[in-house]
């Protein structure tokens, strides 16, 4: 049975860090001018939805872009919640360092397998198999129970975190998480079933282009 809500992710836009091309992970970047207002620009991509309620990490990156999409629509009281577990995953050591200096040290299988794979560890850090096991259990017992009530949820996230909740709705096998991946500028529209399956996705695009 598909729900009755509706479900939406997006990620941050660009933050002072992505401009440089560094690894931000669990560091407190803002967003940078650009991300600014492309981050209301896709606010307006949901001019058509009313949104219920509305969850972001507890990085101030993801808060300017949720804060920038309800202002674009006059939300202003949509009730809003922090969550730790949406966090960024943890890039260990390379946390703070330039990606593509990293990738030229690292060369280009290493650094591939260690930013897209599914258990690829991180020294000091995390994999996505390790992010995937706290934001799905958040999802499943948080996000699912409002979708199962007809609400419609927004949620602001960072890209490995929006990859891993990707996997679980949609089912996607673990050897193909390397071809998962959540753009900027995008947000997706999803109704799910009682697991909180994909059952219907649209995705909104607003062109964006960020060095990360």
């Known amino acids: 049975m598909t729900l009755p809500g509706t479900l939406i ?3 941050h836009h660009e933050s002072l860090w ?3 091309g560094m690894w931000t992970g669990t560091r407190d970047v803002h967003l940078t001018e650009y991300g600014f207002l492309k981050s209301d620009e896709m606010g307006k991509l949901l001019k058509d939805i009313k949104i219920d309620r509305a969850f972001a990490s507890m990085q101030v990156r993801s808060i ?3 804060s920038c999409m309800l202002n674009n629509r006059e939300l202003y009281n949509v ?3 922090h969550i730790q577990v949406l966090g960024e995953r943890d890039y260990g050591e390379y946390t703070g360092k330039n990606k593509w ?4 040290l690292l060369g280009e299988d290493v650094f591939d397998h260690m ?4 258990d690829y560890p991180i020294p000091g850090g995390e994999t996505l198999k390790m992010v995937y096991e706290r934001v799905v259990p958040f999802y499943l017992s948080t996000i699912v129970p409002l979708l199962q009530e007809g609400h419609r949820v927004l949620v602001v996230s960072h890209g490995n975190a929006l990859r891993a909740l990707m996997i679980y709705m949609e089912s996607i096998p673990k050897e193909n998480a390397k071809n998962v991946e959540m753009m900027f500028g995008s947000v997706v529209l ?3 079933d ?5 059952v219907h996705k649209e995705v909104r695009i607003v062109e964006s282009k960020v060095n990360a």
């Open 101 to 104: 200096e990293m990738k030229q």
């Open 18 to 20: 992505n401009k440089k």
């Open 190 to 192: 999803y109704q799910v």
């Open 64 to 66: 300017e872009t949720l």
């Open 79 to 81: 009730p809003t919640q």
């Open 9 to 11: 992710i997006a990620r």
């Open 115 to 118: 930013r897209r794979d599914w």
């Open 194 to 198: 009682e697991e909180g399956k994909s």
